[in-house]
């Protein structure tokens, strides 16, 4: 069921002309290495163990009253996208007056779609840490087996329920998680890679 989400291999490529297909599998490649290269590039707290590190490192989460800036990226949930998921989307503004944010599907973006806004309630949207534990100081902070996160699929743009199978013994490392899948006897998938950047506490689908 990950597949549904892998939109641009989905039904809308299989109705462009196949000369147009290889460019557009070579777009989505590169998209797909630009958001491994963001998760590469995220920096790791290196304060020392004593320390507690700040807001949007790893699991630490963000104050209650954090607001995300525009541009930022954002796990969201919107009841419009295909099969109602968590997507990766792009912070396209914040109305203090409603107290809802304005966000961008990021990889309708990428692709020069036509882009449709998305009007979320804050509890609607996670933003990403900003910053890795670094394991040999502070992995007591790490998710550790058997917690039950979110976590970005692979090669994909779409956030789904998981639970950890290891967490990073390096900062260079990834988690190793398990995607919920009903076809295995044990009601999970073999272990996948995730980096830090795409593995987020798990919340429950809320309506408002």
């Known amino acids: ?59 630490v989460p963000a104050d209650s009253s954090y607001i995300c800036t525009p541009g930022d990226d954002v796990a969201a949930l919107c009841d419009d996208v295909a099969d109602d998921n968590w997507i990766l989307a792009e912070v396209y503004l914040y109305n203090s007056n409603t107290n809802k944010y ?26 990403l840490p900003l910053r890795k534990l670094n394991p040999a100081t502070h992995g007591h902070l790490l998710y550790q087996p058997k917690h039950k996160v979110l976590a970005l699929y692979p090669q994909t743009t779409c956030f789904y329920p998981a639970t950890i199978h290891k967490p990073p013994e390096t900062e260079h490392d990834d988690y190793q998680v398990m995607f919920y899948d009903n076809y295995y006897a044990e009601g999970y998938a073999p272990p996948l890679p995730v980096p830090q950047r795409y593995v987020l506490d798990f919340k429950d689908k809320k309506r408002k």
């Open 102 to 127: 304005q966000v961008k599907d990021i990889e309708e973006d990428e692709r020069g779609e036509n882009s449709d806004k998305h009007t979320l309630s804050r509890r609607r949207v996670i933003p």
């Open 1 to 59: 069921w990950y597949q549904r989400r892998v939109r641009a291999a989905g039904t809308s490529s299989a109705r462009q002309n196949s000369s147009q297909q290889p460019r557009k599998a070579m777009r989505r490649g590169f998209f797909m290495t630009l958001l491994q290269q963001k998760a590469n590039q995220l920096p790791t707290w290196n304060g020392p163990k004593s320390e507690t590190p700040s807001a949007l490192t790893g699991t």
